[in-house]
């Protein structure tokens, strides 16, 4: 599986829709009777004046939130490809992008961290050409307002604007317009959010939307003992592509070193993130799979032992498989 998606070959989207649906298809035997779909922030639902909570059944919903997970693995692909982060072209950030998003059950439906995704592929696209653009004001300002779109969507996604100012110190020497922009951009969208709650006499409780800034990091969280299991594949090819990385970091081209070291600090930020929420959702965690499909993609693609990496992959891909047809 992992030599077919190491080629660049268009007849891999055809393997892609196949893995796409082996790595769904248990879930729908054990659905439930009724998903829940919530794409905007409480704060911001008078923008979205209709119920749509439920207007999907479950099982269309599923199927949505596969064919976003598709377009977004192509995207990603594309990226990837684009800015030669792999050093040669491949279809492995599709095939992990995939993979990743059938982790857990909570990812295989539609959710607002599973829009958000896209703008984390969007931000990446101008993150990544700020490396060789003379002006990044205009870029950064762009930035800004896909934050704050994103804070709409789902709130814990405002900390990706830390990305920003991280991409300015790695990418650019330093010119405080272009730290100014970036909030001017994500200011523009609440300025008019603020309108909008000034024409319906909410103004006096925009200030709350910020509140949930000083929740109290928690000392531990509720999540499902079995799902521990998953992890242990996911971490043991995490580490192996930092050593991987860590072995050819030097030989990569400065933009490609920067360009991955931004990667890690949206994998870590993303992921820790999660507890602005009041209550934890597992699905926050799709926010994390862009910058591990990368860092997954990276490994299989430069890993030797054929019989090793096909065999961790297939281990991994079974374990999804397996968690979806049994209802722990």
Not at 256 to 278: D, E, H
Not at 290 to 317: C, D, H, N, R
Request: net charge positive; with cysteine.
């Amino acid at each position: 599986m992992i030599n077919i998606f190491r080629a660049f070959n268009p007849l891999n989207v055809v393997w892609l829709i196949i893995v796409l649906f082996l790595s769904r298809v248990g879930y729908l035997f054990h659905v439930p009777d009724k998903l829940q779909f919530i794409f905007v922030e409480p704060f911001a639902r008078l923008l979205v004046p209709v119920a749509y909570e439920y207007a999907f059944s479950p099982v269309l919903n599923v199927l949505l939130a596969a064919v976003l997970v598709f377009a977004q693995a192509l995207l990603l692909n594309y990226l990837i490809n684009f800015y030669n982060l792999l050093g040669k072209p491949t279809f492995l950030p599709a095939l992990m992008y995939v993979t990743l998003s059938g982790l857990f059950t909570p990812f295989l439906m539609l959710s607002a961290p599973l829009i958000c995704n896209f703008l984390v592929i969007w931000m990446l696209f101008k993150l990544f050409s700020l490396y060789k653009g003379e002006d990044a004001k205009s870029t950064v300002y762009d930035l800004g307002m896909i934050v704050a779109l994103g804070s709409l969507i789902y709130f814990p996604f405002i900390y990706l604007f830390l990305v920003i100012w991280i991409a300015l110190v790695l990418f650019k020497p330093f010119d405080w317009r272009e730290w100014v922009a970036c909030i001017l951009g994500y200011g523009t969208i609440f300025f008019f959010l603020a309108v909008f709650y000034y024409l319906n006499d909410r103004l006096a409780g925009f200030y709350t939307i910020w509140r949930p800034l000083g929740t109290k990091f928690p000392d531990h969280i509720n999540i499902n003992s079995y799902n521990y299991l998953l992890l242990v594949p996911v971490l043991g090819i995490l580490l192996l592509c930092f050593f991987k990385l860590r072995q050819n970091f030097f030989k990569s081209y400065v933009q490609i070193r920067k360009s991955f070291q931004l990667l890690f600090f949206i994998f870590l930020i993303a992921g820790f993130s999660f507890y602005v929420n009041a209550a934890f959702h597992l699905n926050h965690f799709l926010l994390c799979i862009v910058p591990a499909a990368v860092f997954f993609a990276y490994y299989f693609l430069y890993a030797t032992g054929k019989w090793f990496y096909e065999s961790l992959f297939l281990l991994l891909l079974i374990s999804i498989i397996c968690f979806q047809f049994n209802n722990f």
